[in-house]
């Protein structure tokens, strides 16, 4: 059975938008009020903390935790490289010597003397965001990111998965309601955005993410099919950092429903 949510969202062939691109955590900011930026320009930089890896020194050592600083070769701050010593024992004879290296690359983060754990730290990730449209900035938000002002059509879809995406926009039904087989996605569909006018199936969304497709719009689409892609059950949960290969965007509901006139028009 197929279930439409379509009304109530917003579809118009042209209007001004505005676009926030902020940071998940403060940065800097790369942009000023009145630049131009294209879709691809970077607005906004930071650097995410590294994953932790705890080191039980005092059981590779055989000391107690209150004693971990003597035995100690690095503190707290310093890099450290894999498989870097970090720690040692100094036993009278050297055949009984025991080392601790370092599992990553990265930093030390802390050494308790309370638990024995040493805790280091990956070196950071950096994140950078773009400006995702093509138009003028309008506000900066210090040491977060930027409001990104253009004008061009808007289609609010019910339901999607995957990223953000960009790319041209290529129709490949040839109405609404038309069913696309995976023929139809050729190899000139990479990096497109695609059109589909009825239902996207999961064999087309897999010759999709074959071609490397940017994007899908559809009417609808199974929720079995949505399952399989994922390879569990969504459920109720916010979408939008799954990584299927292809981004898709569902706009009247689940089930074989047509794409409205109104938005395949557009």
């Known amino acids: 059975m197929a ?3 379509t009304p109530g969202l917003r579809v118009t062939p042209f209007t001004a938008l505005k676009r926030r691109r902020i940071l998940p955590l403060k940065g800097g900011v790369t942009v000023e009020v009145g630049q131009r930026v294209e879709r691809a320009d970077i607005v906004a930089r930071t650097d995410l903390p590294g994953d932790v890896a705890s080191v039980n020194v005092v059981n590779r050592l055989g000391i ?3 004693q971990i600083n003597q035995f100690m070769l690095k503190k707290e701050g310093d890099t450290i490289r894999r498989e870097e ?3 040692e024992n100094r036993p009278l004879i050297k055949w009984f010597k025991t080392v601790v290296k370092s599992p990553i690359d990265g930093t030390v983060e802390s050494i308790s003397s309370v ?5 280091l730290r990956h070196p950071p990730r950096p994140v950078a965001v773009a400006a995702y449209v ?3 900035v309008v506000e900066v938000i ?7 002002e253009t004008e061009g059509a808007f289609v609010q879809g019910i339901f999607g998965i995957g990223g953000e995406a960009w790319g041209p926009v290529k129709v490949i039904s040839e109405a609404p309601g038309d069913i696309v087989t995976p023929e139809r996605i050729t190899d000139d569909c990479t ?10 199936g999961i064999d087309v969304i897999r010759r999709a993410v074959q071609v490397k497709a940017a994007g899908i719009i559809a009417g609808g689409i ?9 390879g569990f059950d969504l459920g109720v949960a916010i979408t939008g950092t799954e990584e299927i290969g292809t981004s898709v965007i569902v706009t009247e509901g689940f089930g074989s429903i047509a794409i409205a006139h109104r938005t395949y028009e557009i």
């Open 85 to 87: 010593i970090i720690a």
């Open 3 to 5: 279930h439409s949510y």
């Open 134 to 136: 093509d138009g003028e």
């Open 115 to 119: 638990t024995g754990q040493v805790l």
């Open 191 to 200: 990096g497109c955005v695609l059109i589909i006018g009825a239902i996207a």
């Open 64 to 66: 107690d935790a209150s």
């Open 222 to 230: 199974n929720a079995d099919d949505l399952k399989n892609i994922l």
């Open 142 to 148: 210090p040491n977060e990111g930027v409001v990104v």
